[in-house]
């Protein structure tokens, strides 16, 4: 008899030849992606690659409603450039954690010891309100060490994308951690795609700002799983507000169907692909010509002219009375006149487009 499975007993979901993923799969969305690159200048792509990475550390943080200083969204940027070029182990996941986590004083380092739940807790009780319950502590090391033999020995056989959701989703259902655990969910996918060579050397697809903008499907991907799991898992509240799991729930964890999950999951690398990496671009691009245009106008540093832009963004192409007798003060009236003039020619590129990553103050009138 064959073993055809994609997985062991330790953990083997399972994912299903819909139209919609065959469609996907034989659409050849590297090809695709390589011709969006293919006539871009070397040193637009190098900064839209470091973009890019920003931006997609920060929208990791945004989802899970936390704005994380500079520091923490830089070095989980760097975790995620890095991602692909080590391999999975539990010694790596740790790594990870440490560093998206970083101050461990108040959480546990390393796997759970405890129950463990995504939710609320009742206001006056603090009882739990559970709308996922993570995997018991009990199961943590054998769902782990089945984790990494799937990337290991069975993902390279599957199409990358899948193989990407699986590895990820399974790994968010889990829940190992106390904390952290879905800014390392997201960032697998980029290990997944980058390690089998998804995406274009040295341009990390922006995997975490997809799923941001198609935020209420994510939400409604994650618990498509876990509302049908809930009613199956017996549990009770612990004295601490947490929970503790009293039936047998490991194979939930093992061998769920992750059909719906790679779907959404290709439909976030195709918007990459069509909308986000041309949009990146197409905003540098723009952005240059906006720079060279202020040189010939006023001689300003880029960091300034980064302000700069940033005023006339946040309000309409327009320098606020703030602006001009603060900031820019030293700006002539025609001075300011020819730069607004021009943050309007440019404004095709700029307006919808994500900005530099200089952080600007608010500009209020």
């Known amino acids: 008899m064959r073993n055809n499975l994609p997985g062991t007993r330790k953990f083997c979901p399972l994912v299903f030849r819909t139209e919609l993923l065959e469609s996907y799969c034989i659409a050849d969305l590297p090809a695709k992606a390589t011709e969006v690159i293919g006539e871009i200048p070397d040193d637009i792509l190098t900064r839209a690659a470091a973009f890019l ?18 520091s923490r969204i830089q070095r989980w940027g760097q975790a995620i450039g890095e991602s692909g070029k080590m391999a999975l182990s539990l010694e790596e996941l740790l790594r990870l954690q440490e560093i998206v986590i970083g101050d461990f004083r108040f959480m546990k380092k390393g796997l759970r010891e405890e129950g463990g739940f995504v939710g609320q807790h009742e206001r006056h009780s603090g009882k739990p309100l559970p709308s996922h319950i993570s995997a018991p502590p009990e199961y ?121 999950q790679s779907e959404y999951l290709y439909k976030c690398v195709e918007q990459t692909i069509e909308a986000i990496l041309p949009r990146e671009v197409t905003f540098l691009q723009y952005y240059d010509r906006f720079q060279k245009g202020i040189g010939e106008i006023v001689e300003m540093p880029s960091s300034k002219i980064d302000l700069l832009y940033r005023f006339l963004h946040q309000n309409g192409g327009i320098l606020s009375s703030r602006a001009k007798t603060d900031e820019f003060s030293a700006l002539t009236e025609e001075e300011a006149e020819e730069i607004e003039s021009l943050y309007k020619s440019c404004i095709p590129g700029l307006l919808e487009n994500a900005a530099p990553s200089t952080n600007a103050p608010s500009d209020n009138q």
């Open 53 to 70: 990475l920003l931006d997609d550390s920060r929208a990791s943080f945004e989802i899970e409603g936390e704005r994380a200083p500079q």
């Open 140 to 260: 943590l090391d054998s769902l782990m060490d089945g984790l990494v033999i799937f990337d290991r020995e069975y993902a390279p056989e599957l199409d990358p994308v899948v193989a990407a959701s699986v590895l990820s989703f399974g790994f968010v259902y889990i829940h190992p951690f106390e904390d952290g655990n879905g800014r390392i969910h997201r960032l697998l996918m980029h290990h997944e795609l980058t390690r089998r060579g998804f995406n274009p050397p040295e341009l990390p697809f922006p995997v975490s700002t997809a799923i941001l903008e198609r935020i209420q499907d994510y939400r409604r991907t994650l618990e498509s799983y876990s509302t049908r799991l809930l009613p199956m898992i017996e549990w009770e509240p612990t004295l601490k507000g947490n929970v503790k799991v009293l039936n047998d729930t490991a194979d939930f964890y093992r061998y769920f169907d992750a059909t719906e």
